[in-house]
T-cell receptor, first 116, second 115 residues
Framework: EPEVTQTPSHQVTQMGQEVILRCVPI?????FYWYRQILGQKVEFLVS????????KSEIFDDQFSVERPDGSNFTLKIRSTKLEDSAMYFC??????????????FGNGTRLTVT | AQSVAQPEDQVNVAEGNPLTVKCTYS??????LFWYVQYPNRGLQFLLK??????LVKGSYGFEAEFNKSQTSFHLKKPSALVSDSALYFC?????????????FGKGTMLLVSP
């Protein structure tokens, strides 16, 4: 069964540094998402991406964040200047909207980001 | 705005006993409702969904969920729990009528099934 893959599984960075989290969505999916989960808290929506542009974003997704699909397969989340509170598990997800609005999201295993 | 509440941080049940994980939701229009499960160091896996029609929805691994519109609830159930069901369970909602496509998740409920 096709999977969403994310790399790296764990990233440690110093405050103020830039990080790029990488995702390869399922190949025939057209809609892509980033969610994050701070330890012990709920899964929070960050951004959705379709047709090479952001379709929705949350209040969390401020100017420090950006997304890109540079080569038609990878889908990246960049945090320009990390803060301690960015420490979380970041999940990439994709969806095949050919199945309609009730299609479930397919999630990757996540990247644990630790900002020190 | 749409939201999900999972009132229990943790549910403990003995193997073989029935389990219920509670979820209530709030949307402006009609809901699409989902349950996901997360095992340690893994992403969220889809379990089941409610779209329309029959209020009792059956999903993977013997799980089912009951949609109750008057109580705005979508509780997850299983008649006989297994130790391997121990995991973190998330309820999620999407407003069918608003065109707002994003899934909103609850904070999760840890299910612990003891042998």
């Amino acid at each position: 069964e096709p999977e969403v893959t994310q790399t790296p599984s764990h990233q440690v960075t110093q405050m103020g540094q830039e990080v790029i989290l990488r995702c390869v969505p399922i190949s025939n999916h057209l809609y892509f998402y980033w969610y994050r989960q701070i330890l012990g808290q709920k899964v929070e929506f960050l951004v959705s991406f379709y047709n090479n542009e952001i379709s929705e974003k949350s209040e969390i997704f401020d100017d420090q964040f950006s997304v890109e699909r540079p080569d038609g397969s990878n889908f990246t989340l960049k945090i320009r200047s990390t803060k301690l509170e960015d420490s979380a598990m970041y999940f990439c997800a994709s969806i095949d909207r050919a199945g309609g609005d009730n299609s479930p999201l397919h999630f990757g295993n996540g990247t644990r980001l630790t900002v020190t | 705005a749409q939201s999900v509440a999972q009132p229990e941080d943790q549910v403990n049940v003995a193997e073989g006993n029935p389990l219920t994980v509670k979820c209530t939701y709030s949307v402006s229009g009609n809901p699409y409702l989902f349950w996901y499960v997360q095992y340690p160091n893994r992403g969220l896996q889809f379990l089941l969904k409610y779209i329309t029609g029959d209020n009792l929805v059956k999903g993977s691994y013997g799980f089912e969920a009951e949609f109750n519109k008057s109580q705005t609830s979508f509780h997850l159930k299983k008649p006989s729990a297994l130790v391997s069901d121990s995991a973190l369970y998330f309820c999620a909602v999407r407003d069918k009528d608003s065109g707002y496509s994003t899934l909103t998740f609850g904070k999760g409920t840890m299910l612990l099934v003891s042998p």
